[in-house]
Antibody
Framework: VQVLDSGGDLVRPGGSLRLSCAASGFTFNTYTMSWVRQAPGKGLEWVSAIYGNGGSTFYADSVKGRFTISRDNSKNTLYLQMNSLRADDTAVYYC???????????????WGQGTLVTVSS | EMVMTQSPATLSVSPGERATLSCRASQSVSSNLAWYHHKPGQAPRLLIYGASTRATGIPARFSGSGSGTEFTLTISSLQSEDFAIYYCHQYNHGHTFGQGTKVEIK
């Protein structure tokens, strides 16, 4: 199992950025995928999740209305479109594979190495 | 709001010694508790899920216990690769992580 996250960059406040995560080693469309972030000096924060078939998405209140999670199961790739970025969105963003699909109690069994998003003028 | 509190913040241990890390939840999370090992710059790694079940490939020196609001991760004999930051994670009510315990070489 491997998840490779990418796309992090320096972006100005109010700007946009799209993160990608390439997955391999498992049947991608049968697992819920999430994004988790860690701001400098802070703890881990769950950001968003999407079911295996892409039919349902979930967001933390801190990003609702600004971020959009999506997936392309034909390419085994997960995305996070981030709009209206703010300084407090600065963080390392991790692509995460959940333990199963449609699970009310999922843990995170595989993580990417993380990609750094810096929001600054 | 669910809060996960880990203690201590830093644990200084000599190689070969035992390390005991604690995690407390502000309300019951049943056994829906996981532990992760993380070295900065690397991918976090799942150690324990369901409070006490070792993930695939995790050595037997790692053990988890507890339920409800009190949890413990024990590393029976620290190896060099075990010096890292450890996070607990409750997945009973959404997802909440503890602030981490850094295990450093004494």
């Amino acid at each position: 199992v491997q998840v490779l996250d990418s796309g992090g960059d320096l972006v100005r406040p109010g700007g946009s950025l799209r993160l990608s995560c390439a997955a391999s080693g498992f049947t991608f469309n049968t697992y819920t995928m999430s994004w988790v972030r860690q701001a400098p000096g802070k703890g881990l924060e769950w950001v968003s999740a999407i079911y295996g078939n892409g039919g349902s998405t979930f967001y933390a209140d801190s990003v609702k209305g600004r971020f959009t999670i999506s997936r392309d199961n034909s390419k085994n790739t997960l995305y996070l479109q981030m709009n209206s970025l703010r300084a407090d969105d600065t963080a390392v963003y991790y692509c995460v594979k959940e333990s199963s699909d449609y699970n009310p109690y999922p843990y995170f069994d595989s993580w990417g190495q993380g990609t750094l998003v810096t929001v600054s003028s | 709001e669910m809060v996960m509190t880990q203690s201590p913040a830093t644990l200084s241990v000599s190689p070969g010694e035992r390390a005991t890390l604690s995690c407390r939840a502000s309300q019951s999370v049943s056994s829906n508790l996981a532990w992760y090992h993380h070295k900065p710059g690397q991918a976090p790694r799942l150690l324990i899920y369901g409070a006490s079940t070792r993930a695939t490939g995790i050595p037997a020196r790692f053990s988890g216990s507890g339920s409800g609001t009190e949890f413990t991760l024990t590393i029976s004999s620290l190896q060099s690769e075990d010096f890292a930051i450890y996070y607990c994670h409750q997945y009973n009510h959404g997802h909440t992580f503890g602030q981490g315990t850094k295990v450093e070489i004494k």
